[in-house]
């Protein structure tokens, strides 16, 4: 599956792209993780939360949707 | 979940003051309508180590964003005997003085708009995906965390 | 107490949206302000016996009445860490729809605001010499009691 | 002591006026308010306060200041 990985934020800066697509073989978010923290280490460095379908999500929730967004802490308001 | 229109929630750079008096001045006309309670989150002149904010710059995962204000706006309906709701956000860039965040309930009576109103307030800083960028006077800048 | 200048909170007529909206424009050059709360009291269409209500025709003590927003005032800010705080209430005939009560506060957070605007109404509910007259679309009248 | 007796809402109506003046000589408020009972008995049947310097009074207050005023329920805001 393609999935579309976007960042805020902070992690924005961190990977330099505000969103990309990456090939991803079935697996839960924290196999997803993985892979981005050896692509970007500096990721390994930072607080953040995952969203998957508009929700957050744990590390062994499976992807099934290709919409997966890597959220910083919130400060809105 | 209802199945209602999600709305979008955002505008593009502050709120204006007279938008705020605007919103007031279209619920005149409800006469149901006893209390509005009003909150409106201003950005700050903060200073952080020697430094001064000037604006904090707003993005968010819009999407998903919208979707939270929406269930927000739902189980604030369900928890508090509420009239109306309103809720404006800002994306993009606010200077220091500038209205960021505006919301709005309406009840027949008093009581519920207090709680209603904090309610709505701290479920935003909680669960909406929405980033502010702190620039300071000097251009450099930090990520800003909710407290 | 403290030997501040008593103001008079008092209003001829109705309170518009747009002294309203304006209070908030006078808010923006504070820089150190974070989060505004701001209560509006509607006068409300009730139907009470089968006649509605058209307007209520407000009167005070008023000496006595801007003593006690004035002691409201002093012991909010002694309770609360406010920047400002502001009360306006309307005399005389305010129609449905309209807006007879506006309370305005600010602080550089905004965990305070919402306990501080709610503290403010009830003290005002409970313990101002303001006398509201029910008018109906008979014109016939009744006074109103706070519930 | 001439007193300054203010009435207000539906107490007003009762009196038919908003103030009016009443030589008392010293005494308190609930000695005033016998006065007043028997020159208006429908004052006996409705609610209200008494202030006096601005504050809310008991019966047993004496009277010292010349200004009186008979509060119905508050209803502002």
Redesign the interface.
Same mark, same amino acid.
């Given at each position: 599956m393609n999935l579309n990985i976007k960042y805020f934020g902070v992690l924005a800066e961190i990977t330099k792209c505000s969103e990309e697509t990456l090939s991803f073989s079935e697996g839960t978010v924290g196999e997803l993780l993985a892979v981005l923290q050896a692509k970007y280490p500096a990721l390994g460095t930072k607080d953040f939360q995952v969203a998957h379908k508009q929700e957050i999500v744990t590390k062994d929730t499976k992807i099934t949707n290709p919409e997966i967004a890597l959220l910083p802490p919130f400060s809105g308001g | 979940m209802s199945e209602k229109k999600i709305k979008n929630v955002f505008i593009e750079g502050p709120i204006s003051?007279?938008f705020? /008096?605007?919103s007031? &001045?279209k619920?005149?006309?409800?006469?149901?309508?006893?209390?509005?309670?009003?909150? !409106? /989150?201003?950005?700050? &002149?903060d200073e952080i180590e020697g430094k001064t904010v000037s604006a904090i710059e707003?993005? !968010?995962?819009e999407?998903? &964003?919208n979707?939270?204000f929406h269930e927000i706006r739902e189980a604030t309906f369900g928890a508090f005997e509420l009239s109306c709701m309103h809720i404006y956000?800002s994306l993009g860039t606010v200077a220091?003085?500038?209205?960021?965040?505006f919301v709005f309930v309406?009840a027949?009576?008093?009581k519920v708009?207090?709680k209603a109103?904090?309610f709505v307030?701290e479920e935003?800083?909680?669960?909406?995906?929405?980033?502010?960028?702190e620039i300071f006077t000097d251009e450099s800048h930090q990520?800003?965390?909710?407290?």
């Open positions: - | 003051s007279q705020i /008096g605007d007031i &001045a619920h005149q006309s409800k006469k149901a309508i006893g209390a509005h309670a009003i909150f !409106a /989150g201003q950005v700050r &002149a707003y993005s !968010a995962y999407e998903m &964003a979707t939270k956000h220091t003085g500038e209205i960021c965040l309406s027949p009576r008093r708009v207090f109103l904090e307030v935003i800083k909680a669960n909406v995906p929405v980033f502010g960028k990520w800003k965390v909710n407290s």
